[in-house]
C-alpha cells in the first residue's frame, strides 16, 4: 500500500489549494479514505472522510463549507479542495486509507499547506 | 462531539519499563478506539484497532484494552524504537476524534 500525497503551498489567507492522494497497492474503489491534519507541533485532528460511494462524506465542523472531499476511482486518487483557507488551517495533511469502522490502516507521508501573508 | 483525554500527557521511562498510557472517552464509545505512534517528522503508525486487537507486524509487546470510556495502552517491556508519541483516536461516532497525544520520553 502506498499513498502519496501532493498539492501543498504556501497560500494567502483567503485562497483556495487542492491536494491530491494517489494511492496503489490496494483495492482503493473499495475503501474508506480519510484527510488527517497536524498543526505545527500540535496533535491530530481528523478532517473529512469520503465513503467508496463517492457520495457519503463526513467533515470536521472547523472545514465544513470550506473544505470539499472528492475520489476519482478511476484514478485511484483522493482530493481535498481548500477554499477560504485561514492561518489556522495551516499544517501538515496526511492522507489515510480506513480498514475498518474508522482505524486508518496506512498513511501517507503528508504535505504541508501553510496560510499566511 | 465525543472528547478524548490521554494521561499523561508525557512519560519519561527506561529502557525494560512497562508502559501504561490511559485514554478516556466522554462518552461510551464500546471497542471503537485506536492507538497510533508518531516519531518526529513521520506520519503516524497504526498499532491497535478495536481497542485490543494488534495489527499485524506490530510487535507482541504491545497491547491495548478496555471497552466504552477507559482505555489504556500497554508496552510490556519498552525498547529504544519504542520513544515516540502515542494517539488515541475514537471512531465510534462523527466528527472522529483524537487524544492530545503522550510523549514517551528518556527518563
Known amino acids: 500500500v502506498q499513498l502519496l500525497e501532493s498539492g501543498g503551498d504556501l497560500v494567502q489567507p483567503g485562497g483556495s489549494l487542492r491536494l491530491s492522494c494517489a494511492a496503489s497497492?490496494?483495492?482503493?474503489?473499495?475503501?474508506?479514505m480519510a484527510w488527517v491534519r497536524q498543526a505545527p507541533g500540535k496533535g491530530l485532528e481528523w478532517v473529512s472522510n469520503?465513503?467508496?460511494?463517492?457520495?457519503?462524506?463526513h467533515y470536521a465542523a472547523s472545514v465544513k463549507g470550506r473544505f470539499t472531499i472528492s475520489r476519482d476511482n478511476s484514478r485511484n486518487t483522493l482530493f481535498l479542495q481548500m477554499d477560504s483557507l485561514r492561518v489556522e488551517d495551516t499544517a501538515v495533511y496526511y492522507c489515510?486509507?480506513?480498514w475498518g469502522r474508522g482505524d486508518l490502516d496506512y498513511w501517507g507521508q503528508g504535505t504541508l499547506v501553510t496560510v499566511s501573508s | 462531539d465525543i472528547q478524548m483525554t490521554q494521561s499523561p500527557s508525557t512519560l519519561s521511562a527506561s529502557v525494560g519499563d512497562r508502559v501504561t498510557i490511559t485514554c478516556r472517552a466522554s462518552?461510551?464509545?464500546?471497542?471503537?478506539l485506536a492507538w497510533y505512534q508518531q516519531k518526529p517528522g513521520r506520519a503516524p503508525k497504526f498499532l491497535i484497532h478495536?481497542?485490543?486487537s494488534l495489527q499485524i507486524g506490530v510487535p507482541s509487546r504491545f497491547s491495548g484494552s478496555g471497552s466504552g470510556t477507559e482505555f489504556t495502552l500497554t508496552i510490556s517491556s519498552l525498547q529504544p524504537d519504542d520513544f515516540a508519541t502515542y494517539y488515541c483516536h475514537q471512531y465510534h461516532d462523527y466528527p472522529r476524534t483524537f487524544g492530545q497525544g503522550t510523549k514517551v520520553e528518556v527518563k
Open positions: 469520503i465513503g467508496p460511494d463517492i457520495v457519503t462524506t
Open positions: 478495536d481497542a485490543s
Open positions: 489515510a486509507k480506513i
Open positions: 497497492g490496494f483495492m482503493f474503489s473499495s475503501y474508506v
Open positions: 462518552q461510551n464509545i464500546e471497542k471503537w
